[in-house]
């Protein structure tokens, strides 16, 4: 998954980035079912890998884009990506390693699990407000993505 | 009627006559004349009743202020002012001299006013002018005092400036309450200094505590020289006289009420209210008797150029009240000065009432050029003035001289400086009144209106008739008795007075000499005299100076420091403090985005990095 | 790294890392998509170390705790809206100045 990451960092075209995300995605997806999260991974694999990537690659054809090209290398911004970035992973190192309850392994769970039903029912008793706020969003979401892409606003 | 509460209606009733006049002015003229005549004549009549009786031994008092030992208890200053009434022979013959001269003028100016604008508000000042100056006359204590010093102050300021339109007049009438404000400040500081020694402000209280000065007496002579100031101020001596010919704006009964008999009194008066601190203090009384002579005979130089009626007795006012400070410095006791005061309150107060008879005669013009043949024309006016004229230059058996004599037999005794100025001044005072009847009363008239003047009604002569009579008799010994005591000096020379009498007869003869046939103009011109020694010009000139020097520091702390450093200083911060922060506006989102990574890296290291 | 059962300091690890490669693409890429793409890295690695606390915090009946995976959910949910409405912006932006490049939007620089 690392690899498809550094993947989508590096390519030239975007269809190759946008390649490298899919195969992210999925494996990402893999970790989820080891981790016995097995719905989250489905619909991870649905929305993301089928929903989202499939409107990115829409829109990269419908904008026709070529392979970056290459204008003069902005130093500056180089340098200070990579030093953001190293920053990041130094203190990310650090973090984790100082924290003793990090380094225990995975505990047994007590029996099989069937874990739609629990997200379910998690999900319409505790959260039911957040969920109906989700349902407006999306409808907001709709509503706004079709305003944008009007011609001309009339 | 109990002599207390008399004393209480003496002080009292001017005031409640002012507030009176103040409501039923504008409907009725007569009415506020009469309102005002009649409470004057009411104190008039209780102060003569006052005065044939005893004194008081205790002060009439009603507690007004007590703050108790505000210096803390070791020091024995108590700030305790009460509005206390004195009554003792200074005060009784002092009440008479003030309500029976402002009885008369009162009375002169219903006719000098008639038709004059600001009737009513004229009477409703005169009272309250009247209330204060009773109030100074009565005070037990400094603070009392000053307080009603001042309101005098006020009431001369309202009556100088009558005549409110007239730019001169509000000059004036600004002038005098300014000046009087220099010396008045350091009066106040004189109290504070006896208040703080002494632990009192009561006149009687201080006089008893002077042994507090014995291991400081320089002390003792500062306060009474700070004290003194207030004097210079009031009574115009020298640095501070110039407000007094200008105060001539008023109208003339403003003029022979204040200017003369009373107000300008009050200086000397409370000279003669704390006599007994004023003879400790040694070097106090050389500088007190070194302004008075200085003043009495600068004065009457100054006077003898002068060609503006009211202005010539001003400046003689100024010179007898040099006389009467000159008394207070060389005198054992307060009679000294006290009676040269009495007996010029009547005299100058009836020369100020003629010289208004003859302005109202002349239309109001006042030049002395352009009058002239008027003893035909207003006879009984020219005696009148005739007779207050030999009272104020001395003439044996008229009043002036003998009070004046008195003060520069004393003055003999204590410095012959003093003697010869006072003297001399007595050759000056001769030769410019004598000036004025040649010229005014004598020859032929110089103008039209000179023509045509006539004599003034009798509701102004009749004061000017008796007035005349006590220039005549207030200083014969068998009436001096009944009012002030005095005693005559021993050992000066007998010499003395038959010198006196030669200035007197040189100033009236030479003055006689030079003007009896005289055109227009006058003959003689001494312009530094007639510039009144360019101290006028002196005060223009610092106060120009001062002013305008304030005015430009101040320009310049506005321009530079308030708005440059304050006003543009933070704003140009402001917009450079904008400037610099604007380079942040990169319009480029990898930059923003980088700022938020490191934001973010930096606080994750804060929070959970570092211990 | 293999052989011992991952622990959490490794689930997190990788999480880390797949926001580090997340943020390099949105700082070092210059195409206006591709930068979007990173985002959407960034929220799947958001997503990674939830679940992670989610499976190795137990709750008291001995299941994984699922108030995370709730969360989870709705991340994703949100961020399928995101994609649309950010697409659609960089369509009209495209439209109107006819460039993903990201320099060229400079309009609101000093």
Known sequence: MLAAGLGVVFSRKPVNSAMCLVVAFVALAALFITLDAFFIGIIQVLVYAGAVMVLFLFIIMLLDLKSESTRKLNVPACVGGVLVVGGFVGLLVKVVASNPAFHATKPALSGPVDDVREVGMTLFTDFNMPFQIIGVLLLVATVGVVLLSKRQLE | ?611 | MMSMAPTLAHYLVVSGLLFTIGMAVVLLRRNLIIIFMGLELMLNAANLSLVAFSRFNLSAAGLPSYDAQVLVFFIITVAAAEVAVGLAIIVAIYRSLQTTHVEDLDTLKF
């Open chain 2, 1 to 611: 009627m109990t002599p207390q509460s008399a004393a209480w209606f003496i002080l009292f009733t001017p005031l409640v006559t002012a507030a009176v006049i103040l409501f039923i002015g504008k409907f009725s003229k007569p009415l506020s004349s009469t309102l005002a005549i009649l409470g004057a004549a009411f104190t008039c009549v209780l102060s003569w009743w006052l005065f044939f009786g005893p004194d008081f031994a205790d002060p009439v008092r009603l507690e007004w202020i007590d703050f108790g030992k505000i210096l803390g208890p070791d020091s024995p200053a108590q700030f305790f002012v009460p509005i206390g009434l004195t009554i003792d022979a200074l005060s009784k013959v002092m009440l008479l001299v003030v309500t029976t001269i402002a009885t008369i003028v009162f009375t002169y100016s219903v006719g000098y006013m008639a038709t004059e604008e600001g009737y009513s508000r004229f009477f409703a000042a005169l009272s309250l002018f009247l209330f204060s100056m009773l109030g100074i006359v009565l005070a037990d204590n400094f603070v009392m005092m000053f307080i009603f010093w001042e309101l005098v102050g006020v009431s001369s300021f309202i009556l100088i400036g009558h005549y409110f339109g007239k730019d001169s007049a509000a000059e004036a009438c600004k002038q005098a309450f300014t000046v009087n404000r220099i010396g008045d400040f350091g009066f106040m500081l004189g109290i504070i200094t006896f208040w703080f020694a002494t632990g009192s402000v009561i006149f009687s209280e201080v006089e008893s505590s002077l042994g507090v000065f014995a291991q400081a007496p320089i002390w003792l002579n500062i306060a009474v020289i700070l004290v003194f100031c207030g004097t210079v101020g009031k009574s115009a001596q020298l640095p501070l006289h110039v407000w007094l010919p200008n105060s001539m704006e008023g109208p003339t009964p403003v003029s022979s009420l204040l200017h003369a008999a009373t107000m300008v009194a009050a200086g000397v008066y409370m000279l003669a209210r704390i006599f007994p601190i004023v003879l400790a203090a040694p070097i106090a009384l050389e500088v007190i008797g070194w302004i008075g002579a200085l003043t009495c005979f600068v004065a009457g130089l100054m006077a003898i150029q002068q060609n503006d009626i009211k202005r010539i007795l001003a400046y003689s006012t100024i010179s007898q009240l040099g006389y009467m400070v000159l008394g207070a410095a060389v005198g054992p006791m307060w009679g000294i000065p006290m009676f040269h005061l009495f007996t010029h309150a009547f005299f100058k107060c009836l020369l100020f009432l003629c010289a208004g008879s003859v302005i109202v005669g002349m239309h109001h013009k006042q030049d002395i050029w352009q009058m002239g043949g008027l003893a035909k024309k207003m006879p009984i006016t020219f005696l009148a003035m005739v007779a207050g004229t030999l009272a104020l230059i001395g003439t044996p058996f008229f009043a002036g001289a003998y009070s004046k004599d008195l003060i520069i037999e004393f003055a003999w005794t204590k410095n012959p400086f003093w003697f010869w100025m006072s003297a001399g001044a007595v050759a000056l005072t001769a030769a410019y009144m004598t000036r004025l009847i040649v010229v005014v009363f004598f020859g032929a008239p110089r103008t039209d209106y000179a023509r045509k003047a006539g004599e003034s009604p009798m509701i102004m002569i009749v004061p000017l008739m008796l007035l005349s009579i006590t220039a005549l008799v207030a200083g014969w010994p068998i009436v001096q008795k009944q009012f002030i005591p005095i005693e005559h000096p021993e050992g000066y020379p007998g010499w003395v007075h038959p010198v006196i009498l030669g200035f007197l007869a040189l100033g009236v003869f030479s003055a006689i000499a030079i003007y009896r046939k005289v055109g227009t103009k006058d003959p003689i011109y001494i312009p530094a005299f007639a510039n009144r020694l360019y101290i006028d010009d002196a005060y223009a000139w610092l106060v120009r100076w001062a002013q305008d020097g304030t005015a430009s520091l101040l320009a310049w702390v506005d321009r530079w420091i308030i708005e440059g450093i304050g006003v543009q200083f933070t704003a140009k911060m402001t917009w450079a403090a904008g400037f610099a922060l604007r380079f942040l506006q990169l319009g480029n989102i990898q930059a923003y985005v980088f700022f938020f990574g490191a934001g973010v890296i930096a606080l994750i290291y804060f929070l959970f990095a570092t211990p």
